[in-house]
């Protein structure tokens, strides 16, 4: 073996346990973001279904289903990312979700709606676009995790 191909190969191995730990507290970090965000909501339903409500997207029933639901749908995938298992799945639900959020955000913006986005609790004064760069730092997080966890596998 080269020299060369020596200390790319002792690089390699140096990088890989610090990209995977980083990318593990990326992982931990977003989870944790989704479960406290998730239990905020769960918290006040009924004020969360005013959040998106706000939206003008869905029929007045399908708000309150929205809001009984999603809040779960984000501690469970929180939960998941937090202790590490089956975490491709979870990164995946959190980046459709976000696309999601983005999406709402955006046609409100564009509608000239003042809205509360909801996104952690009622009443806070987030702006569209700041929450908007949030998703997107949030679809990145997510996307690391999922390219971690298919690189572990296709290993």
């Keep these: 073996m080269s020299r060369d191909a020596s200390r790319a190969k002792s690089g390699d191995q140096m990088q890989n346990p610090l990209i995977k730990h980083s990318i593990a507290i990326v992982r931990i970090c977003l989870g944790a973001v989704f479960l406290y965000a998730g239990m905020l909501k769960i918290v006040d339903t009924t004020a969360f279904a005013g959040s998106i409500a706000a939206y003008r997207l869905f029929p007045y029933f399908f708000n ?30 959190i980046l459709l979700l976000n696309l999601f959020f983005t999406a709402a955000l955006l046609s409100a913006l564009i509608r000239g709606l003042e809205i509360d986005c909801g996104c952690f609790k009622p009443g806070a004064a987030d702006p569209p676009l700041m929450a908007i760069g949030r998703d997107l730092v949030f679809m990145a997080m997510a996307g690391l995790v999922i390219w971690q966890d298919w690189r572990r596998s296709a290993a």
């Design 64 to 93: 309150y289903l929205v809001a009984a639901v999603l809040p779960w749908l984000e501690v469970i995938c929180g939960v998941v990312l937090v202790t590490g298992w089956r975490t491709r799945p979870a990164a995946f639900m």
